[in-house]
């Protein structure tokens, strides 16, 4: 079972899991990171989440799924992990916009 820790503002931290690998696995998994210039833990959770989708592509679908039900089911997760992610910060100051009333 994954483990939520909470940080220091309060909120809740993304689970975290424990994987043992073979020394060959793991460094492996260490150059693909260092390629990438992504970070071994990042690396794994893109590769772990390739293979969950591939598998899930490949599943046989219950009688009466349908395919849109399938895209939205994909979306929705989609949208689950970009909500999940940091947000990003706007460039610049903000602009002040000036609101004409008529009269």
Do not use: Y
Request: proline share 8%; glycine share 4%.
């Amino acid at each position: 079972m994954a483990t939520r820790q909470t940080s220091s503002s309060g909120r809740a931290k993304s689970p975290r899991i424990q994987v043992v690998l073979p020394e060959e696995l793991c460094q492996r998994l260490a150059d693909l990171a260092d390629a990438e210039s992504r970070t071994v833990s990042n690396m794994a959770k893109v590769l772990i989440q390739q293979g969950v989708e591939r598998l899930e592509r490949a599943r046989p679908r219950p009688p009466g799924s349908s395919q849109a039900a399938l895209e939205a089911d994909l979306f929705r997760k989609d949208l689950e992990e970009r909500q999940r992610q940091k947000p990003q910060r706007l460039r610049g100051a903000p602009r002040r916009l000036r609101l004409h009333r008529p009269g």
